[in-house]
Protein backbone atom coordinates (compact mmCIF):
# COMPACT_ATOMS: atom_id res chain seq x y z
CA UNK A 1 0.00 0.00 0.00
CA UNK A 2 2.36 2.18 0.96
CA UNK A 3 4.16 1.70 -2.81
CA UNK A 4 0.77 2.40 -4.31
CA UNK A 5 0.41 5.48 -2.65
CA UNK A 6 3.79 6.73 -3.64
CA UNK A 7 3.37 6.28 -6.43
CA UNK A 8 -0.25 7.71 -6.85
CA UNK A 9 1.86 10.93 -5.54
CA UNK A 10 4.47 11.16 -8.36
CA UNK A 11 1.73 10.44 -11.12
CA UNK A 12 -0.30 13.25 -9.80
CA UNK A 13 2.26 15.73 -9.42
CA UNK A 14 3.56 14.84 -12.87
CA UNK A 15 0.22 14.88 -15.03
CA UNK A 16 -2.10 17.10 -13.07
CA UNK A 17 0.42 19.88 -11.91
CA UNK A 18 1.69 20.28 -15.41
CA UNK A 19 2.39 23.78 -15.12
CA UNK A 20 5.00 23.30 -12.39
CA UNK A 21 7.55 20.64 -14.26
CA UNK A 22 9.20 20.22 -17.43
CA UNK A 23 8.55 17.27 -19.63
CA UNK A 24 11.69 15.68 -20.18
CA UNK A 25 12.59 13.37 -23.60
CA UNK A 26 14.12 9.65 -23.30
CA UNK A 27 17.74 9.09 -22.82
CA UNK A 28 19.82 5.81 -23.07
CA UNK A 29 23.58 5.39 -21.47
CA UNK A 30 24.89 4.20 -24.43
CA UNK A 31 24.73 7.34 -26.14
CA UNK A 32 27.96 6.38 -28.31
CA UNK A 33 25.54 4.21 -30.23
CA UNK A 34 22.51 6.34 -30.63
CA UNK A 35 24.01 8.60 -32.89
CA UNK A 36 20.67 10.28 -34.42
CA UNK A 37 19.23 10.63 -30.98
CA UNK A 38 22.42 12.73 -30.24
CA UNK A 39 22.21 14.89 -33.37
CA UNK A 40 20.49 14.88 -36.70
CA UNK A 41 24.02 15.61 -38.23
CA UNK A 42 25.52 12.77 -37.27
CA UNK A 43 23.25 11.17 -40.53
CA UNK A 44 26.11 9.76 -42.73
CA UNK A 45 28.64 11.13 -40.85
CA UNK A 46 30.61 8.33 -39.12
CA UNK A 47 29.61 5.27 -41.81
CA UNK A 48 28.47 5.17 -45.13
CA UNK A 49 25.45 3.17 -44.19
CA UNK A 50 24.80 2.33 -40.54
CA UNK A 51 21.61 0.66 -38.47
CA UNK A 52 21.21 0.19 -34.49
CA UNK A 53 19.02 -1.35 -32.63
CA UNK A 54 18.82 -0.14 -28.90
CA UNK A 55 16.73 -1.77 -25.39
CA UNK A 56 16.67 -0.17 -22.12
CA UNK A 57 15.24 -1.83 -19.07
CA UNK A 58 15.53 0.75 -16.31
CA UNK A 59 13.97 0.45 -12.23
CA UNK A 60 12.57 -2.45 -12.27
CA UNK A 61 13.07 -2.65 -8.63
CA UNK A 62 10.84 0.41 -8.15
CA UNK A 63 7.58 -0.17 -9.57
CA UNK A 64 6.69 -1.19 -13.30
CA UNK A 65 10.10 -0.97 -15.69
CA UNK A 66 10.56 1.98 -18.10
CA UNK A 67 10.96 -0.08 -21.40
CA UNK A 68 12.54 2.11 -23.98
CA UNK A 69 13.03 1.18 -27.51
CA UNK A 70 14.99 2.75 -30.15
CA UNK A 71 15.61 1.70 -34.07
CA UNK A 72 17.85 3.88 -36.43
CA UNK A 73 19.22 3.68 -40.07
CA UNK A 74 21.53 6.41 -41.82
CA UNK A 75 23.78 6.57 -45.27
CA UNK A 76 25.50 8.57 -47.26
CA UNK A 77 23.49 9.81 -50.42
CA UNK A 78 25.79 11.02 -52.98
CA UNK A 79 29.18 11.17 -51.73
CA UNK A 80 30.62 8.90 -55.16
CA UNK A 81 29.03 12.30 -57.09
CA UNK A 82 30.55 15.44 -55.44
CA UNK A 83 33.90 15.05 -54.09
CA UNK A 84 33.50 18.27 -51.94
CA UNK A 85 30.77 17.33 -50.12
CA UNK A 86 27.86 14.69 -49.44
CA UNK A 87 24.38 14.64 -48.74
CA UNK A 88 22.92 11.56 -46.15
CA UNK A 89 19.63 10.73 -45.07
CA UNK A 90 18.35 8.82 -41.76
CA UNK A 91 15.46 7.29 -40.28
CA UNK A 92 14.78 6.94 -36.20
CA UNK A 93 12.55 5.74 -34.51
CA UNK A 94 11.68 5.31 -30.51
CA UNK A 95 9.03 3.74 -28.23
CA UNK A 96 8.66 4.68 -24.66
CA UNK A 97 6.75 2.71 -22.13
CA UNK A 98 6.37 4.07 -18.45
CA UNK A 99 5.78 2.89 -14.87
CA UNK A 100 2.12 1.25 -14.04
CA UNK A 101 0.18 3.49 -16.23
CA UNK A 102 2.27 2.61 -19.20
CA UNK A 103 2.63 6.39 -19.95
CA UNK A 104 4.10 6.02 -23.47
CA UNK A 105 5.86 8.18 -26.16
CA UNK A 106 6.06 7.09 -29.58
CA UNK A 107 7.82 9.18 -32.43
CA UNK A 108 9.13 8.52 -35.78
CA UNK A 109 11.69 11.03 -37.39
CA UNK A 110 13.51 12.07 -41.05
CA UNK A 111 16.94 13.50 -40.61
CA UNK A 112 18.92 15.05 -43.67
CA UNK A 113 22.11 16.39 -43.34
CA UNK A 114 24.89 17.75 -45.99
CA UNK A 115 29.01 16.97 -44.80
CA UNK A 116 32.00 19.12 -46.60
CA UNK A 117 34.87 17.92 -47.04
CA UNK A 118 37.63 19.94 -45.23
CA UNK A 119 40.47 17.93 -46.03
CA UNK A 120 41.83 14.51 -46.11
CA UNK A 121 40.84 13.73 -42.77
CA UNK A 122 38.22 16.00 -41.33
CA UNK A 123 34.08 16.74 -42.25
CA UNK A 124 31.98 19.20 -41.09
CA UNK A 125 28.14 18.74 -41.57
CA UNK A 126 24.81 20.42 -40.74
CA UNK A 127 21.34 18.43 -40.22
CA UNK A 128 17.91 18.94 -39.92
CA UNK A 129 15.41 16.39 -38.39
CA UNK A 130 11.13 16.37 -38.61
CA UNK A 131 9.03 14.13 -37.54
CA UNK A 132 5.79 13.30 -35.38
CA UNK A 133 5.43 12.08 -31.81
CA UNK A 134 2.53 10.33 -29.87
CA UNK A 135 1.72 10.51 -26.03
CA UNK A 136 -0.60 8.11 -24.47
CA UNK A 137 -1.51 6.94 -20.68
CA UNK A 138 -3.61 4.40 -19.50
CA UNK A 139 -5.66 6.05 -16.35
CA UNK A 140 -7.07 3.02 -15.96
CA UNK A 141 -4.24 1.67 -14.37
CA UNK A 142 -3.76 4.10 -12.00
CA UNK A 143 -4.16 3.69 -8.53
CA UNK A 144 -4.93 6.83 -6.26
CA UNK A 145 -4.77 7.92 -2.62
CA UNK A 146 -8.44 8.97 -2.29
CA UNK A 147 -9.08 5.24 -3.09
CA UNK A 148 -7.73 3.97 -0.06
CA UNK A 149 -10.43 3.49 2.69
CA UNK A 150 -8.41 3.85 5.66
CA UNK A 151 -7.28 -0.12 5.14
CA UNK A 152 -6.76 -1.02 1.78
CA UNK A 153 -6.78 0.14 -1.77
CA UNK A 154 -10.88 0.18 -3.28
CA UNK A 155 -11.08 0.28 -6.80
CA UNK A 156 -15.03 1.19 -6.52
CA UNK A 157 -13.83 4.59 -4.55
CA UNK A 158 -14.45 7.73 -6.71
CA UNK A 159 -10.48 9.03 -7.68
CA UNK A 160 -11.32 12.63 -7.37
CA UNK A 161 -8.91 13.54 -10.67
CA UNK A 162 -10.17 15.15 -13.43
CA UNK A 163 -10.53 13.62 -16.83
CA UNK A 164 -7.83 14.49 -19.62
CA UNK A 165 -7.14 12.86 -23.19
CA UNK A 166 -5.34 9.96 -23.01
CA UNK A 167 -3.33 10.83 -26.28
CA UNK A 168 -1.99 13.41 -27.62
CA UNK A 169 0.40 13.83 -31.02
CA UNK A 170 2.41 16.71 -31.61
CA UNK A 171 5.18 17.80 -34.42
CA UNK A 172 8.79 17.49 -33.62
CA UNK A 173 11.57 19.76 -35.22
CA UNK A 174 15.32 19.47 -34.15
CA UNK A 175 18.61 20.72 -35.83
CA UNK A 176 22.63 20.36 -35.34
CA UNK A 177 26.17 20.40 -36.57
CA UNK A 178 28.78 17.98 -36.24
CA UNK A 179 32.62 17.49 -36.76
CA UNK A 180 33.98 14.62 -37.45
CA UNK A 181 38.47 13.70 -37.82
CA UNK A 182 39.56 10.40 -38.52
CA UNK A 183 43.72 10.22 -39.25
CA UNK A 184 44.40 6.58 -40.21
CA UNK A 185 47.12 4.24 -39.04
CA UNK A 186 50.96 5.81 -40.07
CA UNK A 187 51.80 2.51 -41.04
CA UNK A 188 50.00 -0.65 -41.02
CA UNK A 189 51.36 -2.07 -37.64
CA UNK A 190 51.51 1.02 -35.84
CA UNK A 191 47.82 0.79 -35.18
CA UNK A 192 48.24 4.84 -33.78
CA UNK A 193 44.56 5.47 -35.50
CA UNK A 194 42.94 8.90 -33.95
CA UNK A 195 39.03 9.50 -34.82
CA UNK A 196 37.44 11.63 -33.27
CA UNK A 197 33.63 14.11 -33.23
CA UNK A 198 32.34 16.66 -31.50
CA UNK A 199 29.00 18.82 -31.93
CA UNK A 200 26.22 20.55 -30.74
CA UNK A 201 21.96 20.17 -31.62
CA UNK A 202 18.88 21.38 -30.55
CA UNK A 203 15.73 19.21 -30.29
CA UNK A 204 11.99 20.45 -29.72
CA UNK A 205 13.26 23.30 -31.58
CA UNK A 206 9.23 24.39 -32.50
CA UNK A 207 8.21 23.77 -28.31
CA UNK A 208 5.14 21.48 -29.28
CA UNK A 209 2.35 21.73 -26.54
CA UNK A 210 2.55 18.26 -24.41
CA UNK A 211 -0.42 17.95 -22.05
CA UNK A 212 -3.20 15.57 -21.62
CA UNK A 213 -5.37 18.29 -19.98
CA UNK A 214 -4.82 20.53 -22.64
CA UNK A 215 -2.92 23.38 -20.67
CA UNK A 216 -0.16 25.57 -22.01
CA UNK A 217 2.99 23.04 -20.95
CA UNK A 218 5.23 22.71 -23.65
CA UNK A 219 7.74 20.43 -24.26
CA UNK A 220 10.83 22.36 -23.65
CA UNK A 221 14.28 23.08 -26.65
CA UNK A 222 16.71 19.96 -25.55
CA UNK A 223 20.41 21.34 -26.30
CA UNK A 224 22.48 18.22 -26.68
CA UNK A 225 26.90 18.93 -26.87
CA UNK A 226 28.61 16.01 -27.20
CA UNK A 227 32.19 15.06 -27.91
CA UNK A 228 34.37 11.31 -28.38
CA UNK A 229 37.66 10.47 -29.04
CA UNK A 230 39.49 7.10 -30.30
CA UNK A 231 42.68 7.06 -29.24
CA UNK A 232 45.12 4.50 -30.60
CA UNK A 233 48.38 4.02 -28.65
CA UNK A 234 50.87 3.48 -30.56
CA UNK A 235 52.77 -0.09 -31.52
CA UNK A 236 50.14 -1.43 -29.06
CA UNK A 237 46.06 -3.68 -29.85
CA UNK A 238 44.81 -0.89 -26.96
CA UNK A 239 42.61 2.12 -27.48
CA UNK A 240 41.31 4.72 -25.17
CA UNK A 241 38.07 5.94 -25.99
CA UNK A 242 36.57 8.99 -23.90
CA UNK A 243 33.57 10.62 -24.53
CA UNK A 244 31.03 13.16 -22.76
CA UNK A 245 27.37 14.62 -23.83
CA UNK A 246 25.36 17.22 -22.08
CA UNK A 247 21.95 18.10 -22.06
CA UNK A 248 20.12 21.18 -21.07
CA UNK A 249 16.22 20.97 -21.45
CA UNK A 250 14.30 23.47 -19.60
CA UNK A 251 15.64 24.29 -16.13
CA UNK A 252 16.94 20.27 -16.09
CA UNK A 253 20.23 19.24 -16.55
CA UNK A 254 22.29 16.09 -17.56
CA UNK A 255 26.02 15.35 -18.11
CA UNK A 256 27.16 12.15 -19.05
CA UNK A 257 30.84 11.39 -19.28
CA UNK A 258 33.38 8.27 -18.73
CA UNK A 259 35.79 6.38 -21.42
CA UNK A 260 36.06 3.05 -22.86
CA UNK A 261 39.31 0.82 -23.62
CA UNK A 262 39.22 -1.23 -26.65
CA UNK A 263 41.35 -4.11 -27.65
CA UNK A 264 42.04 -5.07 -30.89
CA UNK A 265 41.75 -9.08 -30.83
CA UNK A 266 42.23 -9.25 -34.30
CA UNK A 267 43.25 -7.48 -37.67
CA UNK A 268 40.92 -7.32 -40.75
CA UNK A 269 42.87 -8.87 -43.77
CA UNK A 270 43.30 -6.11 -46.27
CA UNK A 271 44.00 -8.42 -49.29
CA UNK A 272 41.30 -11.52 -48.95
CA UNK A 273 38.75 -10.26 -47.03
CA UNK A 274 38.21 -13.55 -45.62
CA UNK A 275 39.23 -12.06 -41.71
CA UNK A 276 37.16 -9.38 -40.47
CA UNK A 277 38.41 -8.46 -37.27
CA UNK A 278 37.65 -7.82 -34.21
CA UNK A 279 37.91 -5.62 -31.03
CA UNK A 280 36.48 -5.63 -27.40
CA UNK A 281 35.95 -2.63 -25.23
CA UNK A 282 35.19 -1.87 -21.58
CA UNK A 283 34.67 1.09 -19.55
CA UNK A 284 32.68 2.86 -16.69
CA UNK A 285 31.14 6.08 -17.53
CA UNK A 286 29.40 8.84 -14.98
CA UNK A 287 25.66 10.34 -15.30
CA UNK A 288 26.25 13.30 -12.80
CA UNK A 289 24.47 12.72 -9.62
CA UNK A 290 22.42 9.97 -10.81
CA UNK A 291 24.48 6.65 -11.70
CA UNK A 292 27.53 5.06 -12.67
CA UNK A 293 27.44 2.97 -15.59
CA UNK A 294 29.68 -0.22 -16.72
CA UNK A 295 29.55 -0.85 -20.31
CA UNK A 296 31.26 -3.55 -22.68
CA UNK A 297 31.55 -3.56 -26.87
CA UNK A 298 32.22 -6.57 -28.86
CA UNK A 299 32.81 -5.87 -32.64
CA UNK A 300 32.51 -8.74 -34.81
CA UNK A 301 33.69 -7.33 -38.25
CA UNK A 302 30.62 -5.32 -39.46
CA UNK A 303 28.54 -6.54 -36.20
CA UNK A 304 28.65 -4.94 -32.81
CA UNK A 305 26.87 -5.94 -29.73
CA UNK A 306 26.88 -3.40 -26.76
CA UNK A 307 25.59 -3.96 -23.14
CA UNK A 308 25.29 -1.97 -20.04
CA UNK A 309 24.63 -1.76 -16.67
CA UNK A 310 23.29 1.99 -14.39
CA UNK A 311 23.42 1.72 -10.85
CA UNK A 312 21.91 4.03 -9.07
CA UNK A 313 24.00 6.26 -7.18
CA UNK A 314 21.16 9.38 -6.16
CA UNK A 315 18.76 9.68 -3.60
CA UNK A 316 16.46 7.26 -5.39
CA UNK A 317 18.82 4.67 -4.10
CA UNK A 318 17.02 3.83 -0.96
CA UNK A 319 13.88 2.51 -3.19
CA UNK A 320 15.68 1.12 -5.80
CA UNK A 321 18.24 -0.54 -3.84
CA UNK A 322 21.40 0.70 -6.29
CA UNK A 323 19.41 -0.99 -9.41
CA UNK A 324 19.06 1.51 -12.41
CA UNK A 325 19.34 -0.07 -15.92
CA UNK A 326 19.81 -2.72 -18.10
CA UNK A 327 20.68 -1.40 -21.64
CA UNK A 328 21.49 -3.89 -24.69
CA UNK A 329 22.46 -1.90 -28.31
CA UNK A 330 22.92 -3.88 -32.17
CA UNK A 331 24.79 -1.91 -34.59
CA UNK A 332 25.23 -3.04 -38.66
CA UNK A 333 27.68 -0.99 -40.61
CA UNK A 334 29.63 -0.99 -44.37
CA UNK A 335 31.54 -0.73 -44.73
CA UNK A 336 33.98 -3.16 -42.74
CA UNK A 337 35.51 -0.65 -40.02
CA UNK A 338 38.17 -3.27 -39.33
CA UNK A 339 39.85 -2.53 -43.27
CA UNK A 340 39.90 1.40 -43.04
CA UNK A 341 37.68 1.61 -46.36
CA UNK A 342 35.19 3.91 -44.17
CA UNK A 343 35.96 7.71 -43.73
CA UNK A 344 35.01 6.82 -39.86
CA UNK A 345 35.91 4.20 -37.61
CA UNK A 346 35.02 5.59 -34.55
CA UNK A 347 33.88 2.41 -32.31
Known amino acids: MKKIIVIAIIINYLIVNENHVYSQDIHFSQFWLLPLLQNPAFVGATYDMQAIANYKDQWRSVASPYKTFNISFDMKLNKKKIKKGFWAGGIDVFSDKAGDAQMGTTQGNLSFAYHVQLNA ?10 GFGQRSINYSALQWGSQYDGTSYNASLPNN ?8 TYPEIGTGVVWTYNKGASTLSSKDMVSANAG ?7 QPKYSFYGSAENLKMKIVAHANLLYGIKNTNLSIVPGFIFYLQGSSKETLFGSMFRYTLKEASKVTGYIKGSAFSFGVHYRNKDAIIASALLELGQYAFGISYDVNVSGLKSASDGRGGFEISLRFVSPNPFTGKS ?5
Open 161 to 168: EPAGSSTI
Open 200 to 206: IAAFNVN
Open 343 to 347: NARFL
Open 121 to 130: NSTIGGGLMG
